[in-house]
């Protein structure tokens, strides 16, 4: 199967990208977002990136992503402040959230409790990630 590319060379987008599937991957981590990047766009996902909570909430302004996937440790807005934000605007629930994260020092139920989907620790399997985006994506 050829990869889809999220834009032809004239720029412009292609009928097919309106059908894909939309992933915010919000993590101060720019190696594992473009590992995470690539390997979306390999399973046929289109992907947005955000360094950390701030990107993230103008990028879901602006993209109506499918699911995100947040980790919680990030300088500035982290995911914790995301997190808040959209309980504050009455968004949490709206979109699924998958919690990555190397450092859960509260117990999971809690962070699940806040209206996020799933929690998976980093490091993370792969396989495993793209199943839950497409079980959690309508």
Same mark, same amino acid.
């Given at each position: 199967m050829n990869e889809v590319r999220a834009q032809n060379p004239s720029g412009g987008k292609r009928i097919s990208d309106v059908d894909r599937k939309r !992933?915010? !991957?919000i993590d *101060? *981590?720019?190696p594992l977002r473009g590992m995470l990047a690539a390997a979306l766009r390999q399973h046929g996902f289109q992907v947005l990136l955000a360094g950390d909570g701030e990107e993230g909430q103008r990028a879901?302004?602006?993209h109506d992503?499918?699911?995100i996937l947040l980790d919680l440790a990030m300088p500035k807005v982290n995911g914790w402040?995301?997190?808040?934000r959209l309980q504050e605007t009455g968004h949490l629930g709206r979109v699924p959230i998958i !919690?990555?994260?190397a450092h859960l020092h509260v *117990?999971?139920?809690a962070v699940l409790q806040m209206g996020v989907a799933a929690i998976l620790p980093k490091p993370f399997n792969l396989p495993e990630?793209?199943?839950l985006i497409e079980h959690l994506s309508p």
């Open positions: !992933v915010l !991957v *101060d *981590d720019m879901l302004k602006i992503p499918n699911v402040d995301f997190l808040q !919690v990555l994260s *117990d999971p139920q990630l793209i199943d």
